[in-house]
């Protein structure tokens, strides 16, 4: 029988250092998408991965099993991309290898039944999502992240991101209604 993430932790609190390498197997590429769904850059995505489960290794004394460990991991993870986008708002640069086009087929998956025509149109309508979604604001991006591709709860997200499960709530709404009205165009076309 696997061990559960809660056990997983009392383990490495307990000095099983290889509890955390099961976790990290188990949560990083969830963590990973996620940081890429926060950052836009997928070397930024992947070294704040990889620094989550360096600070997930230094909090593992403060973890408390009844506490959803899928909330306290996403909880370090945001805090991380939070203090990334400070950081880089005080240090700006523009990067000269970074593809867009290329990041947003890294996620996106192909369909082999689709002719060319259906595969530009998808192709099309899955970039100019991914483009409305890189441009939501930092909070509603969160909350819209957890909520979708990590199937959060509002009191969930509401312990990732901050506030009350309704502030959580009122988030997704609001980036549900910015989605609809940037891509109400493209989705008319298709």
């Known amino acids: ?16 250092d290889l509890a955390l390498n099961e976790l990290m197997t188990r949560w990083r ?17 992947a070294d704040l991965a990889q620094e989550t ?4 290794y ?7 099993p ?27 640069t523009v990067s000269l290898d970074q593809d867009p086009e290329e990041a947003a087929r890294l996620i996106e998956p192909v369909d082999p039944g689709q002719t060319p025509d259906e595969a530009a149109i998808s ?10 979604f890189r441009e939501l604001p930092a909070e509603l991006r969160e909350a819209m992240s957890l909520f979708i591709y990590e199937d959060m709860s509002y009191a969930e997200i509401s312990s990732v991101v901050g ?17 609809k ?10």
């Not at 590429?29 to 995505?45: G, K, N, P, Q, W």
């Not at 489960?53 to 997930?56: A, D, I, N």
């Not at 230094?58 to 408390?64: A, G, L, N, P, V």
């Open 66 to 92: 009844e506490a959803k460990f899928s909330t306290y991991l996403f909880a370090i993870a945001n805090n991380l991309a939070r203090n990334q986008a400070r950081w880089k708002l005080r240090h700006p």
């Open 123 to 132: 192709a099309e309508r899955s970039k100019a999502i991914h483009q409305a």
């Open 53 to 56: 489960f360096v600070k997930l």
């Open 181 to 190: 009205d940037r891509l109400k165009p493209t989705l008319r076309q298709t």
């Open 58 to 64: 230094q909090t593992r004394h403060r973890y408390r």
């Open 1 to 16: 029988m696997e061990a559960t993430d809660q056990e997983l932790m009392a383990r490495l609190a307990s000095g099983d």
């Open 29 to 45: 590429s969830r963590i990973a998408s996620f940081l890429y769904r926060m950052t836009t850059c997928v070397e930024t995505a």
């Open 163 to 179: 506030g009350s499960p309704k502030a959580a709530e009122t988030r997704i709404y609001r980036a549900r209604q910015v989605l």
